[in-house]
């Protein structure tokens, strides 16, 4: 992954040396993980971010973004989801912040060296990047962004949503069904590949509206057409099965 320029207000060598020292940590921590949340997940965020920052600072140079933020934030965005963390860590989480449950980030940035105040900024982007924390409470995302100087929001929370349409993404939810699908599937229910063509309707065919820039959008509309078409596939495949 190439790091990007690191933003005026931060010192370039130390910037880029933090950059890899999470690129290390976020390796190793995720490692472990189903190719639906692995690090090569992660890099195609970090990739699909710094594509919608180049494209939105054409578009609009009147918005002011950190682009360390966006590199940190679309990096470390997986860190402490509950879905992939040890069960004494999970419990230890819940138990550390009503409004984000998990210092992680945080903790990982101020220990390879970040200072405090960017490290409390990229906790906060990744904290609220998630669609379930969004659906909650969908109003502070747009004050975070609008109102209180968290733009960059915008561009990893597109990236990450982006990565779950298209090719990559019809991969990456049967990759997800197949690992954890049982844990899913309710008392007396199948567990069975059809649950990933729900996951379209009920998710991911929702994404495309959530989104945040005009670059996100217009890359996302093309990404759910692909999903779109796949399901007509699935669809009409499935339904010949039935009929013979």
């Known amino acids: 992954m190439t790091s990007p320029s690191p933003s005026p207000r931060h010192d370039p060598q130390k910037t880029r040396a933090l950059i890899a020292a999470m690129t290390a940590f976020v390796t190793e921590r995720m490692a472990g993980h189903d190719p639906s949340h692995n690090p090569a997940h992660v890099h195609r965020v970090v990739s699909l971010a710094h594509t919608i920052l180049e494209a939105e600072r054409r578009a609009h140079p009147e918005h002011e973004y950190d682009e360390t933020v966006v590199t940190l934030a679309a990096l470390l965005h997986d860190i402490g989801d509950r879905k992939y963390l040890p069960a004494a860590e999970a419990t230890a989480a819940a138990e550390a912040a009503q409004t984000d449950p998990k210092r992680m980030v945080y903790r990982a940035l101020v220990e390879r060296g970040a200072d405090r105040a960017l490290a409390e900024k990229v906790q906060t982007v990744v904290a609220n990047v998630s669609y379930s924390n969004e659906v909650r409470d969908p109003a502070r995302i747009r004050r975070l962004i609008d109102e209180e100087g968290y733009r960059e929001l915008a561009i990893v929370q597109d990236a990450d949503r982006l990565d779950a349409l298209g090719a990559v993404g019809i991969g990456r939810c049967f990759t997800f069904l197949g690992a954890h699908g049982l844990k899913h599937v309710p008392a007396g229910g ?8 729900d996951h379209f309707g009920d998710k991911l065919e929702k994404l ?3 989104m945040k820039t005009d670059t996100g959008r217009e890359m996302a509309r093309v990404r759910t057409e692909r999903l779109r078409e796949f399901k007509r596939w699935w669809e009409e495949e ?4 039935s009929a013979g």
């Open 208 to 210: 495309e509206g959530m």
């Open 190 to 197: 199948r567990w069975e590949m059809d649950g990933a063509i």
């Open 238 to 241: 499935t339904s010949l099965a």
